[in-house]
Structure formats: structure tokens, C-alpha cells
């Protein structure tokens, strides 16, 4: 009996807030966080933290289970409103463009000038060694990846093959498909080999820079470096960024399981994971314009004044978009 008197002189005393925290919670529910006026929004806080209190209090003077269930749903689902807003399918993907992706960039600058050096350490090292002598494009390129461009073939063919426009449409949309799915496995297979240390990562990285050396070198041997380079960075300049970050997104996951620090190393995992996983996930958008540009621009515009227009605006929108874009805010 004293009890459910205690009780009732509690909820008394401060169903009002209760039940003014219960109906905010209801419309944002309901309806999101938009749907509340700006008074509102600047009460739910304050009338959840009161709840919460309530809560506490609640649990010490070991009030009946009834009462103690509903202030435990009610701050639970005050919680979600407060902290975890939920969003539209467009808001959450503008927020995730706009500030998440490239602030976690930025955030993780160490790991991404990391990956980069690997890549260019090997394309360096390939195209020294071909530009010296050609035979060594052999121990770096497979033939079939090669497809005919090799030191075999006469250098006006090589250059013919850069500004080759006979293509059909469904070819280029085919085309523009297949360079999606390979990019793409190949950066999703660098982020995921973080898990065994980091090592193959790094092998990873430098392998595909001793492929790009290789066709770099070649072609400067043969004095048409320039032409490769019109014809090769338009994409180039995205697909490779999209590459060096999904290995930076490996080397955060080899981190986080070699060095843990103050944390667990499972807890560390997972923390450092979604951070992976976020920028892995931001990659996919830049395999996919970089497959565009390959497969359908790169195989349509032969201008070189054009091809390195585009090379030099992609090259200053992404400086832009991970130097600037989102500052300000957490990831």
C-alpha cells in the first residue's frame, strides 16, 4: 500500500513532463524530427534529461515495477529521438556525402598518404626499370591484361589504340560495367585485407603501381607518354584516389588490430571498422563515375585539350570535396 501511495504522489508530481516528452516522441516518430517547431525541439532534451532523472530516482526508492517499465520504454524511445534522429533515404545519403565521408577522409589523412606512397613506390620503380629496358615490362604485365599493348607492338599502333572511337553503344555500356565491377573488387579486397595485418596491403598497392609503371613506362620509351597520360587521367585521377582510399581503409582496420591502444582489440575492430567501412562505402561512388569516364568518355573524346580539361577538373573538385567540404563537423 505505501507503495503504489509513493508511486502515485511520484507520477503525480511529474506526469506532466512525462506526458509532454511521450507526445514529442510520438511526431518524431511519426513524422521525423522535422515535424517539431523549434521550441519543441529545443524542450525534448531538456524533458528527456528530466525523464531520465525521474528514472534515477525511481530505481532508488524501488517504486512499483509498472511505473518503472514505463519510464524505462519512454527514455528509451526519448533517446533514439534525441540522439538518433532518424532520417529520410535522401537526407541520410546527402548527410553522408556532405559531411560524414569526407570528414572521415580527413580524418584518417595519415592512412590514406600511406597507401598512396605504396602505389606510386611501385609505379616509380616499374617505370625506371621499363624506360631502361623494355624486356622488363614482361616480369609486370600479364599478356592478356596487356591485350596487344606491349613492346612487340609497333609504337604508331600503340598510339592509334589511345584514340580508338569505334565503339557502339551497349559496347560502352558493357564496357563501362565490367571496369565498375573489376575496379571496384580490386579496392574492396584492399580494404578487407586489413584484417591480416596490413602486409598484404601494402603488396596489394605496390602491385598495381608496378602494372601502371609498366604501361607508363612503355609508353615514355616509345615517345608517347603524353598521349598516355591525356588518355589515361581523366579516369585515372578518380579511379586511383578511389584505390588508395579503400587501402587506407585497410590499413585503419590493420591498426586498429595491431596496435588497439587504450581499447580491447575487438572493441577497437569494430570501432575503427565502421570508419572502414564508411569510406569504403563513399569508394563506390567514385568507382562508378570513374567507370563512366572510362567506358563511355575516355572511349568517345579523342580532343587532348578536352581530355585534360577533364583531368584537371576532377582533379580540383575531389582537392575541394576531402579538403573542405563537411569541415566543421564530426564524422
Known amino acids: 500500500m505505501e507503495i503504489r501511495l509513493r508511486s502515485y504522489e511520484f507520477r503525480r508530481e511529474r506526469e506532466q513532463t512525462w506526458s509532454e516528452l511521450e507526445r514529442l516522441v510520438a511526431r518524431v516518430e511519426k513524422s521525423g524530427v522535422r515535424s517539431l517547431e523549434a521550441g519543441e525541439l529545443a524542450r525534448l532534451p531538456l524533458l528527456y534529461n528530466a525523464t531520465l532523472s525521474s528514472l534515477s530516482v525511481a530505481r532508488t526508492i524501488s517504486l512499483d515495477r509498472a511505473l ?25 545519403v546527402v548527410e553522408f556525402f556532405r559531411f560524414r565521408f569526407p570528414a572521415t577522409v580527413r580524418n584518417n589523412w595519415g592512412h590514406l598518404a600511406l597507401a598512396a606512397f605504396f602505389l606510386v613506390l611501385g609505379a616509380v620503380t616499374a617505370g625506371a626499370l621499363v624506360t631502361r629496358d623494355v ?26 589504340a589511345l584514340y580508338d572511337t569505334d565503339h557502339e553503344g551497349e559496347e560502352l555500356a558493357a564496357f ?19 584484417v591480416l ?34 588518355w589515361l587521367l581523366p579516369h585515372g585521377v578518380t579511379e586511383l584516389l578511389a584505390i588508395v582510399l579503400c587501402g587506407a581503409a585497410g590499413l585503419i582496420m590493420a591498426q586498429a588490430l595491431v ?34 569516364i572510362e567506358g563511355v568518355f575516355r572511349q568517345t573524346v579523342t580532343n587532348i585539350a578536352v581530355r585534360w580539361t577533364v583531368v584537371v577538373a576532377t582533379a580540383l573538385w575531389w582537392t575541394y570535396y576531402f579538403g573542405f567540404v563537411g569541415r566543421g563537423r564530426d564524422a
Not at 517499465?69 to 541520410?92: D, I, N
Not at 565490367?178 to 571496384?184: D, I, M, P, R, S
Not at 569494430?270 to 570508419?275: D, K, L, P, S, T
Open 68 to 92: 518503472l517499465e514505463y519510464l524505462e520504454s519512454l527514455c528509451g524511445r526519448a533517446y533514439f529521438a534525441v540522439y538518433g534522429t532518424k532520417q529520410g533515404f535522401l537526407e541520410a
Open 176 to 194: 563501362s560495367s565490367q571496369l565498375f565491377t573489376h575496379n571496384a573488387g580490386v579496392g574492396m579486397l584492399a580494404a578487407s585485407l586489413g
Open 259 to 292: 596496435f588497439p591502444g587504450r581499447h580491447r582489440r575487438l572493441d577497437n575492430i569494430a570501432r575503427r571498422g565502421r570508419e572502414a567501412g564508411l569510406i569504403v562505402v563513399g569508394c563506390v561512388l567514385l568507382f562508378g563515375i570513374a567507370a563512366v
Open 197 to 230: 595485418a596490413g602486409i598484404p596491403v601494402f603488396l596489394l598497392l605496390f602491385y598495381n603501381g608496378l602494372i601502371l609503371g609498366a604501361f607508363l613506362g612503355l609508353f615514355h620509351a616509345r615517345g608517347i607518354g603524353s598521349d598516355l597520360w591525356a
Open 135 to 160: 624486356d622488363w615490362y614482361y616480369s609486370f604485365v600479364n599478356p592478356a591484361y596487356a591485350q596487344g599493348r606491349d613492346p612487340d607492338t609497333p609504337p604508331e599502333e600503340l598510339r592509334e
